[in-house]
């Protein structure tokens, strides 16, 4: 088994002092693995080694025996099947993310060619870069048309915009600079051409069940990933609608146990040893479909959009409200951001619409009409479909808010750390008092502890420490949109969209806002028992039911050829206008 050296020959490369992902520098050491330090970044929970090793160390560890299964004929012909068939059920799921196979696919990292053999078979033209010879030669040999380039990717000196699919199976942990390599692979990709990613993630059950033993802390691995900090990196290399799923392998027990053997962990080692003793051959050697340590990430290159905000802003009733708000709204700027604004009026009848309508040739004011009021739900939903900025924010037609906080709010999705931003209306210590009506102390106090109890439920059904997730205040990026469907029409919505993104995998990140509720009196929408029990079913049924954004994501690709408007990959409006 390659164990680093102890010495070095050749220095280690410098320590780092910022996040390679999110720039940070609240970087903190977490646990040594060998003679490596591994450390963690305070915002964003990526993982890394630091220092990383040397060239000298990593060269030791890829020996010609790096691969399992090389030490005989029969066990290098096994491990290549078991690859093979992982490279079919990944070819499945590159198909149902990006459609037929077809075009120039790229596999960086390519090995001794298991997945390219496979996608050739498929239908792609495909090219290999892979940095060891021996392996490179062997990979060369068994493609049909396609070819292997040796050597690191930058190397190779790839055409711009040239692929319509590239792989990275099992490499961009390996990588020194994650962020640059996606960059290089942002640059061959065509626009809107597909990445797949295979790697090992932090979210995984192996490595939440096994921390510091998990058996993916290498110290070839030089940084470890988990489900939102690698949308991070995806995006601030040029990358947009990210689905991330659990990473299933084709495996055999054979396999496994192999792989625990030349990577102890204590009990699992000696534990699979025993089960080696006492199962039947043909039960080894099974090959079984498992979900093990690591995700499968889908991403796409982005179109270059403008930096936009695009604010959401429904409108009911208003009339005394909206021209202020509005007026306010068109007068605001954030330094470097245009401001889409989109209006939905739902048909009012106290003459929100003809104020609505006075807004009309305004530039940057898009209008919508419903023909009759069908709930907040459903206008936002509207208003998402016609959104075309990078990012999105919701904003009532009426004065709780401060339109001061758009600003910090803002800079989170701007600065890459976060997807998905809530504008808490517990500030500082006012824990308690969020809703304060003037003569009206027992109705607010009845609405807080409605508001402590549906926040406890939440946090409780999904195992998160949120403060305000039931805030107006929710901005995010528009590709978080990517592969989920809405269906609640009323304020049910709010909580749909809140608890969908979470079950996507973006966790809220919360910052404090101003905030003045209205009293019933001033206008306030909510109905004091309908809603509640609503939101309770609501809040029940979207807990248990799945998301699929896989199968979201094929449904809309059928919609839209079936509309003949299949012409390229369009940011995700499509997937919100269906009822
Ligand atoms: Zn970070």
């Not at 990593?58 to 012909?77: N, V």
């Not at 990445?195 to 921390?211: E, G, H, N, V, Y």
């Not at 691995?221 to 601030?236: E, V």
Request: proline share 5%; with cysteine.
């Amino acid at each position: 088994m390659p164990e680093p050296l102890s010495t070095n020959a050749t220095p280690r490369p410098a320590l780092r002092n910022q996040c390679t992902i999110c720039k940070s520098n609240r970087l903190y050491y977490a646990f040594s693995l060998k003679s490596h330090r591994v450390m963690r970044c305070e915002d964003c929970d990526l993982m890394f080694l630091n220092p990383q090793p040397s060239d000298q160390e990593l060269t030791a560890i890829y020996s010609a025996e790096y691969f399992l299964g090389h030490d005989s004929e029969e066990g290098r012909r096994n491990a290549s099947e078991l690859k093979r068939a992982t490279a079919r059920q990944y070819l499945t799921e590159i198909a149902r993310y990006n459609g037929a196979p077809s075009g120039h696919l790229l596999e960086v990292g390519c090995g001794e060619g298991d997945f390219l053999c496979e996608a050739e078979t498929a239908g792609y033209e495909v090219l290999g870069v892979e940095y060891s010879a021996a392996a490179s030669a062997t990979a060369s040999k068994r493609l049909q048309r396609g070819r292997v380039q040796q050597g690191e990717l930058t190397d190779a000196k790839l055409p711009d915009s040239h692929f319509g699919v590239c792989v990275l199976n099992d490499v961009i942990e390996h990588v020194r600079d994650p962020l640059a390599f996606l960059r290089e692979v942002h640059r061959v990709l065509r626009p809107g051409g597909a990445l797949f990613i295979a790697t090992p993630c932090l979210d995984s059950w192996s490595a939440r069940m096994l921390k510091e033993r998990w058996m993916e802390w290498k110290p070839e691995h030089l940084t470890y990933f988990d489900g939102d900090n690698i949308q991070t990196a995806l995006l601030n290399a040029g990358f947009q609608d990210v689905l991330v799923q659990p990473g299933w392998k084709i495996l055999s027990f054979d396999y496994v146990q192999a792989h625990f053997e030349r990577f102890p962990v204590p009990l699992f080692t000696p534990a699979l040893r025993l089960l080696g003793k006492i199962l039947p051959s043909s039960v080894k050697k099974k090959s079984r479909r498992i979900v093990a340590s690591g995700m499968m990430v889908f991403s796409r290159k982005a179109a270059d959009l403008p930096p936009r905000l695009s604010v959401i802003v429904p409108a009911y009733n208003e009339a005394s409200t909206f021209r202020p708000m509005m007026d306010a709204l068109i007068a605001k700027e954030i330094a470097g951001m245009e401001i889409e604004i989109i209006v939905i009026e739902s048909n009012s009848t106290d003459g929100t619409r003809e104020i609505v309508q006075q807004y009309a040739e305004h530039p940057r004011v898009k209008l919508i009409f419903e023909e009759k009021p069908c709930g907040k739900g459903h206008a936002v939903r509207t208003g998402l479909a016609a959104a075309t900025g990078a990012y999105v924010l919701i904003q009532d037609a009426d004065l709780e808010y401060d339109m001061e906080d758009y600003d910090s709010l803002v800079q989170e999705l701007v600065s890459g750390r976060h997807a998905f931003v809530l504008g808490s209306r517990h500030g500082g210590r006012n824990l308690w008092k969020m809703r304060q009506f003037t003569g009206q102390r027992s109705l607010s106090t009845f609405l807080n502890v409605g508001h402590w109890f549906f926040t406890t439920l939440v946090n409780v059904l999904f195992w998160k420490r949120l403060r305000d997730p039931f805030t107006m205040f929710k901005v995010f990026r528009r590709d978080c949109l990517y592969g989920l469907r809405f269906t609640c029409n009323r304020f049910d919505f709010d909580y749909e969209l809140l608890i969908r993104l979470m079950q996507k995998g973006y966790t809220p990140f919360e910052i404090p806002v101003n905030y003045r509720s209205r009293s019933f009196k001033e206008g306030k929408k909510v109905s004091m028992w309908r809603d509640p029990l609503n939101w309770l079913a609501a809040l029940v049924r979207l807990r248990f039911s799945k998301v699929d954004t896989m199968t979201e994501v094929e449904r809309t690709r059928a919609v839209k050829a079936a509309l003949r408007l299949d012409t390229a990959p369009q940011p995700p409006q499509e997937v919100l206008t269906n009822q």
